[in-house]
């Protein structure tokens, strides 16, 4: 006898937290390249206001981390927006530390 094939009427709504990790994260992304376009067109003179901005955009993807980790303890959700929100939150962290090490070593 061949199998019967189930189908599954079941929708997996995506995890709120998972939602949250992937804006945050993409906001960070955006952020980082929209800093790093002024400051080349101002050629690294653009002040205080830009490194507040860049705190922002530190604080953003380390919440996107955290609410990636916290997406998947949901039940009976879709865990994509969470995984998506951590691997850009991470490509986030390291790109904010590396230029977080450059202007620390600028600055000796």
């Known amino acids: ?27 960070s992304i955006v952020l980082f390249l929209m800093l790093l376009l002024i400051s080349y067109w101002l050629k690294g003179s653009a002040g205080t206001w830009i490194g507040a901005c860049g705190v922002t955009g530190i604080v953003m993807a380390l919440l996107g981390l955290r609410y990636g980790f916290v997406s998947f303890r949901d039940d009976c959700k879709s865990n994509l927006p969470g995984k998506a929100g951590m691997i850009l939150s991470t490509v986030a962290i390291v ?12 600055m000796m």
């Open 1 to 27: 006898m061949a199998d019967k094939r189930v189908y599954s009427f079941v929708e997996k709504k995506y995890s709120s937290n998972g939602i949250a990790s992937l804006v945050l994260s993409a906001i």
């Open 95 to 106: 790109g904010w530390f590396f230029i977080v090490c450059v202007g620390i070593v600028s």
